[in-house]
């Protein structure tokens, strides 16, 4: 069963002070993981795709790597417009998996002046 | 505005009420999506439309009744519903469930409650 566990569940950071979000994932074959931010009362806003082990992207101060079994969001001198709800989801490649994503329970970040 | 459009943001109902929930999207996508997303939990997965056929119905119960008219349109019709489907109810899009870049883009939810 597709499994996607992120960590910390909760990240309270000071302006300036860089962290990382961690996501672990077990999946019978990547197609896909994505992040997403959400900020309270709204929906998921996209924020990046990862294909394949040893990739990264990057936008604004943040930038996500992943490997065969993780993927990292890494939060660089944040400020408090950084302060939001982090989710993690994967995709399998399997086809019954099309088109559905597993997502992981999020890391809720905030990021004091 | 944004590409995907839900109303209403805000319901109450009782458990013997009916109401619909609606999603549109303007990005031209030919798959639509509906969320389940509790407090503490993960996102769920309830409903998968590609090209308006049902392609995935993730066990959900028969008082959740979808609706997709066209791709651009989707309804969520609800029923004697329990308080414990108390939830944020989200719609999404993507291009295709099978396209390479299944990029799913969400409305900002139906904060629902049920009394």
């Known amino acids: 069963e597709d499994q996607v566990t992120q960590s910390p569940e909760a990240l309270r950071l000071q302006e300036g002070e860089s962290s990382s979000l961690n996501c672990s994932y077990t999946?019978?074959?990547?197609?896909?993981l994505f992040w997403y931010r959400q900020d309270p009362g709204k929906g998921p806003e996209f924020l990046f795709t990862l294909y394949s082990a040893g990739e990264e992207k990057e936008k604004e101060r943040l930038k996500a790597t992943l490997t065969k079994k993780e993927s990292f969001l890494h939060i660089t001198a944040p400020k408090p417009e950084d302060s939001a709800t982090y989710l993690c989801a994967v995709q399998a490649s399997t086809t019954d998996s099309w088109g559905k994503l597993q997502f992981g329970a999020g890391t809720q970040v905030v990021v004091t002046p | 505005e944004t590409g995907v459009t839900q109303t209403p943001r805000h319901l109450v109902m009782g458990m013997t009420n009916k109401k619909s929930l609606k999603c549109e999207q303007h990005l031209g996508h030919n798959a639509m999506y509906w969320y389940k997303q509790s407090a503490k939990k993960p996102l769920e997965l309830m409903f998968v439309y590609n090209f308006k056929e049902q392609t995935e119905n993730n066990s959900v119960p028969s008082r959740f009744s979808p609706e997709c008219p066209n791709s651009s349109h989707l309804f969520l019709h609800l029923h004697t519903l329990q308080p414990e489907d108390s939830a944020l109810y989200l719609c999404?899009?993507?291009?295709?469930?099978?396209?390479?870049?299944?990029?799913?883009?969400f409305g900002a939810g139906t904060r629902l409650s049920v009394l």
């Open positions: 999946v019978s074959g990547l197609r896909g």
């Open positions: 999404a899009s993507s291009l295709s469930p099978d396209s390479t870049k299944n990029i799913q883009y």
